[in-house]
């Protein structure tokens, strides 16, 4: 694999840090907790998607495009971080939100990531839940072409080959720092949603040879549409990286076990997680995908899932910003 093959744009701070989680490993007992900092690469407040659209913001340039078109759910973190490039780049972003919630409260509807995304000037419509939003993106891409304008669509999530290439890098950067201080990872956790972030990085580990495996931990999916997802996507980035079939089907692995009751509501050990990591670390998770992954990887260690000693990196994706969206699921004190 050599990534400098295809175009890429450097705007995410890099190599984002590795770090331990000595109090919280300390106090599961059990594996040694690591975190990969990916909520901080840097844009709009950092996340996942920042690496990834590294890459598609590059395949936009090299086709000329002038504005960009994308979708996402209303709290999309994805959605933040491609109006803040595309302002970064002069472009116009289209952001198409999905209301997949039903939600009625102000915050979920204008806080958080919906504020950003307005200050970084992005026009947003919204659209009822179950809306073929491929097709709605199409739509636009047709009438601005008609408007003499360049469209480029980035999927949900910028999960496609060329963005899953931003989690190859960050497979192969997390392997490095790991050989640097001679940390020997046993396993990496995170939490996966439209499959790009773990297509990436399971591609990134079979392509070096050094085979970590990876538990994704769902957030939407049940675990059997999850994983062919996920293996699917990673199928075609090995293509596009000149390495078919380098990734096993046995090689992708989900949990779908801490979804609760569905995207973006998040379940009692959702909260649980995101209040146990802010007071043992000081470290901010969100309410829709980070803090079910992270829910999930705490399960794991309380049940004796994992060994005494192991190194478990939890890759941080990011998403705080959301958490602004969400005051209202935490059951905060009142004081005077
Ligand atoms: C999008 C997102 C994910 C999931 O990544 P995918 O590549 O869509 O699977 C995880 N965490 C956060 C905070 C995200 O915004």
Redesign the pocket.
Known sequence: MHLARFPRLHFAHLDTPLEPLTRLSKQLGGPNLWIKRDDCTGLAGG???TRKLEFLMADAVAQGADTIITQGATQS??ARQTAAIAAKMGMACHVLLEDRTGAKDVDYNYNGNVMLDQLFGAPLSKYPAGTDMNAAMIGLADELRAAGKVPYMIPG?G?NPVGALGYVNCALELLNQANRISLCIDRVV?????????AGLVTGFAGSNSLIPVLGVG?RAPREVQEANVFKLASETCELLGIPGAVKRDQVVANCDYIGEGYGFPAESTLEAIELLARTEGILL?P???GK?FAGLVDLVRRGHFRDGENIVFVH???SQALFGYRQAFNLPAYD
Do not use: C, E, L, R
């Open positions: 996340g996942n998607k973190n994805h999530g999960s995170h939490a996966t949603g439209s499959a790009g972030t773990q957030v969100d829709v995908y980070s992954g994706t990011g998403g």
